[in-house]
């Protein structure tokens, strides 16, 4: 089997690299450290250009691999723009940040790397940092009209429109966003291990009897008395008048049927249907 050779080292040494890159970058650079295995370089947002030119063709960094955003709303410059770089002679990453508010823009890099025009599209789409330089900042990620930066901490989680395919209009609509039902809290502790709350149903286990029995001594306490035995006897005198009593006959009231004398047979003879249920001679109907 043939043995490969290549320049690049199968293990990163990092040591001491640090240091030459501060001497390096001189006042360009406020701020470095070494964290999980890897350099994080702090620059002054102007010379981000410089910087990654010096990296690119003195420290061999050649390609820029990613441009990621981060948000921290209680700085006065909220925002970072991180850049991370690859070695591939010397098998090693590297971090560079810098700082920038919403009205700051940070110079573009397409002149490095032409592929920072893509990177830097989206770190504006989801932050809004704004891009010096680049030709072509649009949206990459979100929808056409899309209103805020969804990647900010004060954006929030439902957004501020939603899209949906509208059966009346035969097509895709854009609404406010409105929420149905509120958010629900749910409270998953158990209750054989002693919650703190009743559950439905056990408020009557958890009530004590009462200590006196509540009595009527008066005849106030349950509306009985003289004058409520008037009340109710007055009622039930006060009936229907087809229920009274009296002496007096009423004029428009008629006889007992009883009484009355039976209805006399019709004069006249009804209709002879006798004709239409005969049959003719050809035995037709």
């Known amino acids: 089997m043939a043995t490969v050779l290549h320049s690049a080292p199968k293990i990163a040494q990092?040591?001491?690299?640090?240091?030459?890159?501060?001497?390096?970058?001189?006042?360009?650079?406020?701020?470095?450290?070494?964290?999980?295995?890897?350099?994080?370089?702090?620059?002054?947002?102007?010379?981000?250009?410089?910087?990654?030119?010096?990296?690119?063709?003195?420290?061999?960094?050649?390609?820029?691999?990613?441009?990621?955003?981060?948000?921290?709303?209680?700085?006065?410059?909220?925002?970072?723009?991180?850049?991370?770089?690859?070695?591939?002679?010397?098998?090693?990453?590297?971090?560079?940040?810098?700082?920038?508010?919403?009205?700051?823009?940070?110079?573009?890099?397409t002149g490095l790397w032409p592929v920072a025009g893509w990177l830097e599209r989206e770190v504006f789409d989801m932050y809004g940092v704004l891009f010096e330089g680049n030709t072509d900042l649009r949206r990459i990620l979100t929808d056409y009209g899309f209103e805020g930066h969804p990647q900010r901490k004060d954006f929030p989680l439902t957004g501020y429109q939603e899209l949906?395919?509208?059966?009346?209009?035969?097509?895709?609509?854009?609404?406010?966003?409105?929420?149905?039902?509120?958010?629900?809290?749910?409270?998953?502790?158990?209750?054989?291990?002693?919650?703190?709350?009743?559950?439905?149903?056990?408020?009557?286990?958890?009530?004590?009897?009462?200590?006196?029995?509540?009595?009527?001594?008066k005849s106030s306490d349950t509306g009985a008395g003289e004058k409520t035995n008037k009340e109710a006897a007055k009622k039930r005198t006060n009936g229907s008048p087809a229920q009274k009593r009296t002496a007096k006959k009423d004029s428009g009231a008629p006889e007992p049927t009883e009484s009355r004398p039976a209805r006399k047979p019709r004069k006249k003879a009804g209709r002879d249907t006798k004709p239409a249920t005969q049959t003719d001679k050809d035995g037709d109907s």
Request: hydrophobic share 35%.
């Open 164 to 217: 949906r395919y509208s059966e009346e209009e035969k097509r895709v609509v854009y609404e406010p966003v409105r929420l149905p039902q509120e958010f629900r809290s749910f409270d998953f502790m158990s209750p054989w291990e002693g919650a703190d709350y009743v559950l439905a149903g056990d408020e009557k286990a958890t009530t004590s009897p009462a200590e006196e029995k509540k009595t009527t001594e």
């Open 14 to 109: 990092i040591d001491g690299i640090a240091d030459q890159l501060a001497t390096a970058l001189g006042d360009m650079l406020f701020h470095a450290k070494e964290e999980h295995g890897e350099i994080v370089l702090g620059v002054e947002r102007e010379k981000i250009e410089d910087v990654l030119r010096l990296l690119r063709d003195r420290f061999e960094y050649q390609q820029l691999m990613e441009i990621a955003g981060a948000d921290y709303p209680g700085r006065e410059e909220r925002f970072e723009v991180v850049y991370m770089l690859l070695s591939l002679t010397k098998n090693h990453r590297i971090m560079v940040k810098c700082r920038a508010a919403a009205d700051t823009p940070v110079p573009t890099v």
